[in-house]
């Protein structure tokens, strides 16, 4: 048990931890983390690492050589890849992970298991390409982009809803509907 809750203690914390090194998990637009690698070496550092999980062949611009490890996922296929893939990153003890969260589906499964793995404070970035913490300071902007994300914001929201509350009486409406067709055929054959 005390394995998931090691990494997720930066959750409860409004202090950010001093930026040793960054991982970002490139799970959306090319151009977004090619538009924010400049903003995160003015702000941290000219010189901190910053490193990358990716799915994509090439490294996106702005990412140096000298201070720059690549992850693939593609390297690290199967049960004992992703375990290596999550050794390796726990090893390099990062301070800061950043997750994209465009609204792509893309390396959703991998970018919440790494969130729930790397001990380390969590920011995301959005579609813009702006980002904010993962803590409970910020609970009222995470409330807010899980609402949008969910279609449960905005215009979006009263159809949802909708549709939440008809399923079950769809589905019922349904299931009972093939019954009566199936058990209708099952007489009439005898």
Known sequence: MSQWLHPVRYFLSRRIPEPSSILLVESGSRGLLEGLIPNLRETWSDDIFID?????AKPPEGFRPENTRIYRVTDYRGREGRGRLYRELAQNRYSM???VCS???LMTKWKWMLALRIPAKIFIINE????????RGHLATLR???????GL??????????????FPFTFAYLLLYATTVHARRALRRG
């Open 52 to 56: 990358l999980v990716t799915c994509y």
């Open 144 to 150: 807010e982009f899980v609402l949008l994300r969910s």
């Open 153 to 166: 914001a905005g215009a979006g929201a009263v159809r949802t809803l909708a549709r939440i509350v008809s």
């Open 103 to 105: 609204g792509e589906p």
């Open 128 to 135: 813009n390409g702006d980002y904010f913490w993962l803590d």
């Open 97 to 99: 992970v950043g997750i």
